[in-house]
Structure formats: C-alpha cells, structure tokens
C-alpha cells in the first residue's frame, strides 16, 4: 500500500547577494526509508543491542548496526569525499518508516562533488534499495534538523479483516475484529491540544518535561486501511504507538474519551493503552519555519 501524505517542500535558503562565500557549505536531505531491515534511525554500537539485528561493516572495517543514518551517512561520504557527520531530526525505532524524515549534513564548499542539483541522484547511487534520498538542497549553515523543526506528523496504519496481509505486512498492523471509527476519533479529538503526555510514554523517554502539543489527531478508514494521523509540535518516546494502542482499546469497546481525559490527568503509563508493534508507523512529514504550505505527495517508490 502507497503511503500518501502531505510533506514539506525543502527551501533554498542561501542568498545569491552574499559576496563572500562561506567556507563550508550547508546541505539539507529529504530521506524516504523502509524501516523493516534497520534497527532504528541512530548510529548505534552491536554491544548496544539485544537480540540480532542486522550487522555490517563501515570504512574502517568495523561491524556495526544497520542503521538509517549510518547507511545515509557512507552514502554522503563517498560522494563528497569528506568525512562528514549526517544528523538527523527524528530517531525512529527499529521497524519504522519514514516518508520524510529530515537530515542535514555540512562539508567543505570547495570539496570536489557533484553539482547541488545532482547530488540526490549521486547519492542514491551508492544506496541500498530499502533507503531513499528524495531531495538535496542548500540550507542556511546554521539549520539544525531537531531543534529547528516546528511541527511533524505521524501515521499509524491498521489493517482490519480476518485473512492477514502479506506483501504489505510489514506496513500495517493487523487487526482480526471489527473497530468503531467513530469511537477511536471522539477519543482522538480528547488528545488534541497541549497536555502533560506523561501516560502515553515508555517509561524510559528520557525528557525534562512531557508536556507536548497535538495539533491535529484523527481516524479515518479507507477499505481495510484504518489511518491514525496525529500532528504535533514534538513525541515522545514511543507516543504515537501508544497513542495507537489506546484508540485500538477504545474501537474496541473497552476504553472510551473519558478514560484518554483520565489517562491525561494521572499522568500513569497504566492508565494509557499497550504500545503497539513498529511496522505500522510512518514519520510522514516535518516543517520548518522557512517552509512553505505543504503540498500533497505521493510515495516515493
């Protein structure tokens, strides 16, 4: 199943009137990723890991994880000959997808490399077929991909009916019983707006403060797709999956709105719903403050 979404345009923000050119040179990626075979977004080391992901060697001989970024980053390497570090502004689980996940990476301006508008093609050149740069453009050198990101979007996927999936299964989480749509988006609308979403993250999510703005959250069902999409100013550790999860509970009968407005109120993992699988999340999109509205896209593949 295509992912279709709206994502936004990359902008060029360097001035042609700057006499004096920089001495490094500033690059933002669009990057498109089948999560299945990569144990998340970030750069990890194997002792790291429990289990056994998928392992491979870098430029210096060394066995490390499979990871996107690592991945991207040999890719760039290769085709600006420089050892430069490619950071990226969200870290998706292992099993997640991305359809415009955000990098940026910063080399020499005078290092010998394809012209600015052929960079994505040279750099593609160089990747496996599960990863895709869709955009390169020059960027301001002062863009930082976490921090400068004003808003992103989520989807998680259900795929409902008795006989599973197959070629798409690692797209969609399956759901064997029937949902009420109705209910699952009454309770998505009880989590718009800023809260404490201390209830709806992993234990371990590492930050000061959990309070987050929703923007927008809803449930729509196409055949045997159902779409939970949800904007917002920035997620926790594992929140949109548990976000899922507890619209699941509440298409089932078994939770409704006023247990998500409960939930908020404790502030108690136990009162949230389970954490659902990875493979039927997407990162869809992400804005920055010098983008413009974002335009419909259709996947990349």
């Known amino acids: 199943m295509p992912f279709r979404s709206t994502t936004p345009q990359d902008s060029q923000t360097l001035h042609p009137s700057d006499s004096q050119p920089s001495a490094t040179a500033r690059y933002r990626l669009t990057i498109a990723y089948d999560g299945t075979g990569f144990h998340g977004w970030q750069k990890q080391e194997p002792a790291t890991i429990v289990g056994n992901p998928a392992l491979e060697t870098d430029d210096a001989g060394r066995t490390v994880v499979r990871t996107v970024q690592h991945v991207v980053e040999q890719a760039v390497r290769h085709v600006v000959r420089e050892h430069v570090n490619l950071q990226g502004a969200s870290r998706t689980d292992a099993g997640v997808h991305a359809l415009a996940q955000t990098g940026a990476f910063t080399c020499a301006h005078d290092t010998p490399r394809p012209p600015d508008e052929r960079l994505a093609l040279a750099i593609n050149a160089r990747l496996p077929g599960d990863v895709l740069v869709t955009r390169v453009v ?83 069902r196409d055949g045997r797709r159902v779409h939970l999409d949800v904007s917002g100013d920035g997620f926790l550790y594992n929140m949109v999956r548990i976000i899922a999860g507890t619209l699941l509970e509440v298409g089932r009968g078994r939770m409704d709105s006023s ?41 990349p593949a």
């Open 138 to 220: 020059r960027t301001r050198g002062d863009f930082e991909p976490v921090t400068d990101c004003v808003s992103k979007g989520y989807r998680y996927t259900f795929d409902i009916g008795e006989q599973r999936p197959l070629f798409d299964r690692m797209r969609a989480y399956h759901v064997r019983y029937p949902l009420d749509i109705d209910r699952m988006q009454g309770g998505a609308r009880a989590l718009v707006g800023t809260h404490d979403f201390e209830a709806f993250a992993a234990a371990s999510h590492g930050r000061e403060s959990t309070v987050r703005t929703i923007h927008d959250c809803a449930v729509t």
């Open 259 to 299: 247990d998500i407005a409960h939930a908020l109120e404790s502030r108690d993992r136990a009162h949230a719903g389970p954490t659902l699988a990875p493979h039927g999340l997407c990162l869809m999109w992400m804005r920055y403050p010098e983008d413009p509205e974002r335009p419909t896209t259709e996947d």
